[in-house]
């Protein structure tokens, strides 16, 4: 099932660089549908928020013809919620290792968000956008 799209971030990843929440690091990826509302996270008996089920965020090359990620990220799930009568959509928080991120090069990465349960059941989110890696920002 592809039962929406991911945004990603706007400012470019750098090479070797940890991206993990201990850090305040994560990268927050807003899962919308095609028309930009939340998108749907129950699928019949399934959910995102199931326990056991794991979800990773997979970089590839762009342009590059390639059937496997490059770089992987675990995520963590987070239901919509309402705040303030502001509806905020449900989203990702993924990480990446600097062991991952360090086998980027500069340039633009597909995203595909994957979800797995423990009977093998998949559900994958289509990109929308693209995850840019740098070889280092100046910080101020």
Known sequence: ISP???VGPTEP???????????NRSIRINL???NGNPAEVDYGTYALDDS???????LARSGKPSVEAN????????????????????YLIAEFTKVET???VPGAYDMQAEAVWQDG????FAPYGQ?????NIRRA
């Open 121 to 124: 059941k998949v559900v994958t």
């Open 102 to 104: 360090g086998k980027a």
């Open 71 to 90: 770089i992987v990220g675990t995520c963590t799930f987070f239901p919509a919620e309402e705040v303030d009568d502001v509806l905020i959509p449900p």
């Open 4 to 6: 929406g799209v991911i």
């Open 13 to 23: 990843l750098v090479i070797g660089d940890d991206y993990l929440t201990v850090m």
């Open 32 to 34: 919308l549908d095609e």
């Open 131 to 135: 995850i840019q890696f740098a070889r």
């Open 52 to 58: 056991g089920i794991s979800i990773q965020l997979l």
